[in-house]
Each structure stands twice: as structure tokens, then as C-alpha cells.
């Protein structure tokens, strides 16, 4: 990438990966979603039964969780590995499966892990 280059010549998927690095973790739309998904190679995907998918994905060697907070909003966050990623995954679900048990519980989705 030619260091000159502006945020406006790069592409979405670019900018959007950019973002995602500044502003962990980045609240993305749905069709930002999108563009993320189609860039990336999907490591995990999981259904949380509760809060939409989760998702590893792999941009450019860039590890990232994708998951959906109960309230909607789509978050995105780089991770330092892919054995961190799927730590992440692994206890969210646990979480999840404790919270349909009823235990009260919550996900604080704005806290990095």
C-alpha cells in the first residue's frame, strides 16, 4: 500500500479494517457487515441462540470477532490471535448458555476481553 494514498482511495473493506483498529470495538451496519464478510476468511461461525452470530474472521492475517450485542448493534474487534479469538468465542457462548439458564448474567460487549 502506498503510504500517500488517502482514507477516500482506499477501499471499503480498507477503511472499515482501519476503523476497527482505532475504535475497538467498532459498531458496524449491516451492509458494512457485508463488506467485512466478503473480505474476509471465516474461521468460526457460531449462533449464540441469544444475540445473533458469532464470528472469527481473518483479514489479511488480522484475527477479528464479529458478534452482535441484545441490543443489535454489530461489533467488530481485532484480536491478538486466533487461540485468543476463540477463547473469546468459547466463553461468550458459556455465557449465553448460562443466561438461557437463567442465571442472570450479563455481557458487557463494550469491554475489551
Same mark, same amino acid.
Given at each position: 500500500?502506498?503510504?500517500?494514498? !488517502? #482514507? !477516500?482511495?482506499?477501499?471499503?473493506? +480498507? $477503511? ?5 483498529? $482505532?475504535?475497538?470495538? #467498532? ?7 457485508? /463488506?467485512?464478510?466478503? +473480505? +474476509?476468511? %471465516? /474461521? ?10 458469532? $464470528?472469527? %474472521?481473518?483479514?489479511?492475517?488480522? !484475527? ?19 487461540? +485468543?479469538?476463540?477463547?473469546? /468465542?468459547d466463553d461468550r457462548l458459556a455465557t449465553y448458555e448460562r443466561m438461557w439458564d437463567g442465571c442472570?448474567?450479563? /455481557?458487557?460487549?463494550?469491554r475489551e476481553p
Open positions: 500500500m502506498n503510504p500517500n494514498d !488517502t #482514507a !477516500t482511495d482506499r477501499s471499503p473493506a +480498507a $477503511r472499515i479494517i482501519d476503523r476497527i483498529r $482505532r475504535h475497538p470495538p #467498532a459498531e458496524l451496519d449491516h451492509d458494512e457487515l457485508q /463488506v467485512l464478510l466478503d +473480505a +474476509a476468511d %471465516l /474461521v468460526r461461525d457460531d449462533d449464540t441462540c441469544l444475540a445473533g452470530r458469532i $464470528r472469527i %474472521l481473518d483479514v489479511d492475517g488480522v !484475527t477479528m470477532v464479529q458478534e452482535q450485542a441484545q441490543d443489535g448493534r454489530i461489533l467488530v474487534r481485532r484480536i491478538g490471535s486466533e487461540d +485468543a479469538a476463540h477463547r473469546l /468465542v442472570g448474567c450479563k /455481557v458487557d460487549y463494550d
